[in-house]
């Protein structure tokens, strides 16, 4: 007997209930869920990849609530789920973990080697007489993207190590289908695929994985690699992942796979579902200030590019600078959304665009710790995972053809002087890059920082009120030369 089971997974949801053009919202993303649900109800599992509860205004608790209104059946940790240190964490798995499997087979706890507390490195789950095992491991590069002392903590380990060990356990345990669910990143560029999800699908090919999924970075991946189907997507739930798995039971094995994205934008899931639209409501109702309380206009689209200058980062690195009066100002791209959609702007539409309202810090640098800063980001393992900075009060050119180490061709002020190696600049940035964060820690630990009593978003808000207005344009701050993998859509 062959029995058909549909898995649909998804990571980096953050909680975005609220739907827009860009956005599905709760409402869609639930129903495109049930379309399969419903065909096949006792053997569909909903699996989510991690990076859910510490973004958007409601976090936490409300987040986890509509997880389990989804109907999640496994849920991984990723690694802005330790944006707000271990106790914020802890509460929130102990909130969760008797209902929703938390998994975390490759994180623990440096003092005593234990696994995040009520975490487990798998479960099995079984359906329709089948045990089917998922092992759930989060990027390694998890300790250096998250602000040092809400990590220092944990540490993190080997991926491919970590499903090595728990494979064998599971199978001991009768699993007869196996599932890695992996807050990991990946990329797939004019028909090149790589990053850290294939490392890891290439360190694990030794073993009988049926699926293995992603998360963590943008684009959607649905494609067989050698025997076994990669699923990677569901940012913000602008897609959905479905991957149907037909088991013989004679054999013992999945006998074909078979992998499909569904994208929950679409109008056919905009269908009112009673249990939702009210949760819904009830959970943004407190911050309708934030919804419309309008400061300023996009006359466009202002959009964020990760691999290149853009002009959504360009204006938050200008507001900052404008705020505190340094004379350069610098943050990660890994933090913000795609874009400011046109028209008003409001305090939800720079949350939406810059997740995290930190205090801002500032400190002095020297023109040759600044080009080590653009070294160290343009090495290409580190760039692979973070992508760019974006900046302001200088111009900076990379050539992407040349070795590491020698990647930065110029750094000069906008009257055309270049940034001298003994010169000595005030620099803004956030709590985040200022402890250290996109495996920055060498250079950032290099110089006294001091916090100031300004958060980021106060600092934009100000400037925009300031502009009024704003578009897509830029001013070419950023000159790359040679090639780089891009990323155009978050």
């Not at 992603?214 to 189907?229: E, R």
């Amino acid at each position: 007997m062959v029995i058909k089971f549909d898995i649909l997974n998804h990571a980096d949801f953050c909680g975005e209930f609220r739907g827009d053009k860009y956005i599905p919202g709760l409402r869609k993303f639930h129903n495109a869920i049930e379309t399969v649900r419903e065909k096949n109800p006792d053997n569909t599992l909903l699996l989510d990849a991690g990076d859910e509860i510490n973004r958007l205004l409601w976090h936490g608790r409300d987040v986890i609530d509509g997880m389990e209104l989804i109907g999640t059946d496994a849920w991984t940790l990723g690694n802005h789920e330790f944006d707000r240190g271990r106790e914020s964490l802890e509460e929130n798995v102990e909130y969760i973990h008797k209902k929703i499997p938390v998994l975390c087979a490759n994180i623990r706890n440096k003092n005593n080697g234990e696994p995040v507390k009520n975490t487990v490195p798998y479960v099995i789950l079984e359906r329709s007489g089948v045990k089917i095992g998922i092992i759930g491991v989060t990027t390694e590069y998890t300790e250096k993207m998250v602000t040092y002392p809400f990590f220092e903590p944990f540490e993190t380990s080997s991926a491919a190590d970590a499903v090595h060990r728990c494979f064998r356990e599971v199978k001991e345990k009768g699993a007869q289908i196996i599932i890695v669910l992996a807050h990991i990143g990946a990329y797939s560029n004019d028909g090149i695929y790589g990053g850290e999800l294939f490392e890891l699908l290439e360190n694990i090919r030794d073993l009988d994985i049926d699926l293995l999924i992603g998360g963590h970075t943008p684009g959607d991946i649905c494609q067989t690699f050698d025997g076994i189907m990669v699923n990677k997507g569901g940012f913000s739930g602008k897609s959905l992942l479905h991957t149907t798995l037909y088991f013989d039971t004679e054999q013992n094995k999945v006998i074909k796979a078979e992998g499909e994205i569904l994208y929950p934008l679409e109008e056919k899931y905009d269908v009112p579902c009673q249990k939702i639209d009210e949760f819904t409501e009830k959970v943004l109702k407190p911050f309708d200030l934030y919804f419309n309380d309008v400061f300023a206009v996009a006359t466009e689209d202002v959009n964020m590019n990760y691999g290149r200058e853009s002009a959504m980062g360009d204006l938050f690195a200008d507001a900052v600078r404008w705020k505190t009066g340094t004379d350069f100002s610098y943050f990660n791209t890994t933090s913000c959304g795609p874009r400011i959609p046109e028209g008003n702007i409001t305090r939800y539409s720079i949350k939406q665009a810059i997740y995290f309202d930190e205090h801002i810090h500032i400190a002095k640098f020297t023109g040759h710790q600044i080009r080590k800063l653009f070294e160290t980001v343009h090495n290409p393992d580190i760039y692979s995972k973070n992508f760019n900075l974006y900046f302001s009060g200088l111009k900076v050119t990379i050539d992407h053809d040349r070795e590491y180490g020698h990647k930065v061709v110029s750094i000069k002020h906008f009257d055309g002087r270049d940034v001298r190696e003994d010169e000595v600049l005030s620099v803004a940035t956030s709590a985040y890059m200022a402890s250290g964060g996109n495996d920055t820690r060498k250079i950032a630990g290099e110089v006294n920082w001091k916090e100031t009593d300004i958060f980021i978003h106060d600092a934009i808000k100000d400037y925009l009120t300031e502009k009024k207005s704003i578009d897509n344009s830029i001013d070419n701050r950023y000159v790359f030369l040679g090639r780089a993998v891009e990323y155009d859509d978050h």
